[in-house]
């Protein structure tokens, strides 16, 4: 009926839950682009990433929350800690993703931070393809909904696309009325240099696995354009030395593949023909140093 033409919507929703969920995984796969880097290895994500998802009337600003840290006293986690909780607050519409049937204390802590919240939360129970009798997933959705109260329950995969689309649907009934907040071709508005830290941070994670842990950073020391060539010059900060060995590699080998990778997903990214330098360097105590935080962008 064109009198009466749906309004439009706009709002913020956090993704939340412990790590390796699935969490990047679904904004991804909801983008049908990559701007939250994922891995097997928990806590991949460290600062909040807004991806944006514009459709016809309706924009869902998504805020993909670090993951939860228990007990651990670092700054680096006291960092996590805070961004996760803020993310929550100021948001329309909370997506808790949980790993099928899984709850542990980790789970349970998020879920005790949620009761706080005022909006809709929206239990995603991921990873359903993994399960291998469906029969059982109604009985188990009984169990999870008595564990918190939500405003829906949603099994879905990620990583297989399936049911997304239910779950945005959720999403966006729950978004307030208003005016676009970010032009209809933006999905993110994290800059240039902080998706090429994060491009070569996911393929440090993904070369290494368990040998290194996420003791380490990536910090962009240049970025600049000349003529059709864009220069990243990039610094890997590590603990310690014996980390700085496993990174290089034998005779530069490793480092010389993550800068590989690094590079072609940079030119697909930015269109563009890139220079990459990777530079390794040991500082030990660095995830501990507040100060040091605050010069690589993590700013509470
Ligand atoms: P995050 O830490 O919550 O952001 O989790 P990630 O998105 O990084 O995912 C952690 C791991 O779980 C990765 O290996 C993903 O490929 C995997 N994963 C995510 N979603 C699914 C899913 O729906 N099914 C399966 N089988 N694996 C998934
Ligand atoms: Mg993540
Ligand atoms: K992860």
């Given at each position: 009926d064109t009198e009466h033409s749906s309004a439009s919507r706009c709002g913020y929703v956090a993704i939340v839950g412990?790590?390796?969920?699935?969490k990047s995984t679904l904004l991804n796969h909801i983008l049908g682009q990559k701007i939250s880097i994922t891995s097997?290895?928990?806590?991949?994500?460290?600062n909040a990433v807004v991806g944006i998802k514009t459709e016809g009337d309706v924009q869902i600003i998504f805020v993909d929350t670090p993951g939860m840290h228990l007990g651990q006293q670092k700054a680096i986690n006291r960092y996590m800690n805070k961004a996760a909780t803020s993310a929550m607050?100021?948001?329309?519409v909370v997506v808790f993703v949980v790993d099928?049937?899984?709850?542990t204390e980790e789970d349970e802590a998020v879920a005790e931070k949620l009761q706080h919240v005022g909006c809709p939360i929206i239990l995603a129970v991921n990873k359903?393809?993994?399960?291998?009798?469906?029969?059982?997933l109604l009985p188990h959705l009984q169990v999870l909904s008595e564990k918190l109260s939500v405003a829906e329950i949603v099994p879905m995969s990620a990583l297989r696309n399936t049911n997304l689309d239910r779950l945005e649907t959720l999403i966006t009934e729950r978004l307030p009325e208003g005016i676009h907040m970010?032009?209809?071709?933006?999905?993110?508005?994290?800059?240039s240099r902080f998706m090429a830290a994060e491009i070569v941070r996911e393929k440090i994670t993904r070369q290494l696995g368990d040998e290194l842990p996420y003791e380490m950073a990536v910090e962009i020391e240049e970025f600049k354009q000349e003529g059709n060539l864009l220069n990243i010059s990039a610094l890997i900060l590590v603990e310690r030395d014996g980390q700085k060995k496993i990174l290089i590699g034998d005779k530069g080998a490793r480092i010389k593949l993550i800068g590989t990778e690094a590079r072609v997903d940079m030119e697909k990214l930015f269109e563009m023909k890139i220079m990459l330098k990777l530079w390794v360097k040991v500082k030990s105590g660095w995830s501990d140093d507040e100060r040091a935080l605050r010069s690589l962008g993590y700013n509470e």
């Open positions: 412990r790590p390796n969920v699935g097997r290895k928990p806590q991949t994500t460290r607050k100021d948001v329309d099928r049937f899984i709850w359903v393809d993994q399960i291998e009798d469906k029969e059982t970010y032009p209809e071709d933006q999905i993110t508005d994290r800059s």
